[in-house]
């Protein structure tokens, strides 16, 4: 399924010109309360249903819908899941928020926050050391967790899916409430 995008820097012109933006970040509250486009508004992808989404928006129906994440991948998914939910006019946001930050779109800077990223690296790495360390002491057929957890990082490389990160979004540091336009 091919999904239409935009650069961050033809995101910027636009909103440089005055047109009518629905700009939607579908980080964790945390990562979004870090850093976000000024007017952009936090739907986590874990909340996203595109059946309540276009209710949502102050826009006129079938107004572009632009969707960003930190990098683009959970863009990518967050549009591919409203597609299928029937919304046609969804955009994905190439570069995310890092590459809006360097186009010069307004942003706000709060808390800083432990990347979904960086703690899917943490807990990866400590779930492979903890099956190396129970595969010698224990039992060597604990080393199957760490053979798990690297078979489960190559389909996350190869589908730029990671159910990791899909399991590390739902924890309560990474819920807080998301926030509204």
Excluded at 43 to 67: E, F, H, M, N
Excluded at 117 to 137: D, P, T
Aim: proline share 5%; net charge positive; glycine share 12%.
């Amino acid at each position: 399924m091919d999904i239409a995008a935009i650069s961050a820097e033809s995101l910027a012109a636009k909103w440089k010109a005055g047109e009518p933006l629905e700009l939607v970040d579908v980080r964790t509250a945390p990562e979004f309360r870090e850093l976000h486009v000024q007017f952009a508004w936090n739907v986590p992808l874990d909340r996203l249903d595109p059946q309540i989404l276009p209710q949502a928006t102050d826009g006129p129906a079938g107004q572009k819908l632009y969707i960003v994440c930190r990098s683009g991948a959970r863009g990518q998914e967050a549009c591919r899941r409203l597609v299928r939910g029937g919304l046609t006019s969804v955009i994905n946001v190439e570069g995310g928020t890092l590459a809006c930050e360097q186009a010069g779109l307004p942003m706000v800077h709060g808390r800083r926050a432990i990347s979904l990223e960086r703690q899917v690296r943490i807990a990866a790495g400590s779930l492979v050391l903890m099956g190396v360390a129970l595969g010698l002491f224990v039992h060597p057929a604990l080393f199957g967790l760490s053979a798990f957890i690297g078979g489960g990082l190559i389909f996350a490389g190869i589908t730029d899916t990671c159910g990791m990160a899909m399991l590390l979004a739902r924890l309560p540091w990474n819920r807080g409430a998301a926030c509204q336009k």
